[in-house]
T-cell receptor, first 115, second 114 residues
């Protein structure tokens, strides 16, 4: 089974600064998809960004970008110009591309934004 | 607007009682999922369904049951066999076709023991 590891249970960042959240995964497949989800205190899961493994270009969504290192099986999330509303749990997730629909989630990183 | 509706938002269970959590989606998604979330443990998969009348056990299916009689609906029953049901439950759905479609989530149901 695929495993997704988030080694930072908690992170903090000063408002307006940049922070990077780490994620590594284990897979023997070459084609797959990776996601970052945000869960604010309201507990709603919100999709932040999506990366296709066959694309070398790193995905970007406004202040959010990823550093996708396929050989290293690493998928980190960079948040630039951090805002108070970025405070949340962040989950990394993996989805296989060929068979089945199962998603695999990491244990999450709790991000605190310091005013 | 399309989305996933979970109800109720809060649910209380008495000893020995079965309770059912509702999940409805109008996104025309094929696949639906149930996750359990405990503090500090992330999301753990209970059951998932790729098509109507078919579903598979996830990592922690014991003490839970599901049905998928309609594409739009995937209710989860927490049975009396689940001895520690207090948790936050999330329902999700995704498209089966198309490459790497993300999951969409409901707002969750918090289940507590009375």
């Amino acid at each position: 089974a695929q495993t997704v590891t988030q080694s930072q249970p908690e992170m903090s960042v000063q408002e307006a600064e940049t922070v990077t959240l780490s994620c590594t995964y284990d897979t023997s497949e070459s084609d797959y998809y990776l996601f970052w989800y945000k869960q604010p205190p309201s507990r709603q899961m919100i999709l932040v960004i999506r990366q296709e493994a066959y694309k070398q270009q790193n995905a970007t969504e406004n202040r959010f970008s990823v550093n996708f290192q396929k050989a290293a099986k690493s998928f980190s999330l960079k948040i630039s110009d951090s805002q108070l509303g970025d405070a949340a749990m962040y989950f990394c997730a993996y989805r296989r591309s060929n068979t089945g629909n199962q998603f695999y989630f990491g244990t999450g990183t709790s991000l605190t934004v310091i005013p | 607007d399309g989305g996933i509706t979970q109800s109720p938002k809060y649910l209380f269970r008495k000893e020995g009682q079965n309770v059912t959590l509702s999940c409805e989606q109008n996104l025309n998604h094929d696949a639906m999922y149930w996750y359990r979330q405990d503090p500090g443990q992330g999301l753990r998969l209970i059951y998932y369904s790729q098509i109507v009348n078919d579903f598979q056990k996830g990592d922690i299916a014991e003490g839970y049951s599901v049905s998928r009689e309609k594409k739009e609906s995937f209710p989860l029953t927490v049975t009396s066999a689940q001895k520690n049901p207090t948790a936050f439950y999330l329902c999700a759905s995704s498209r089966d076709r198309g490459r790497g479609q993300p999951q969409h989530f409901g707002d969750g149901t918090r289940l507590s023991i009375l």
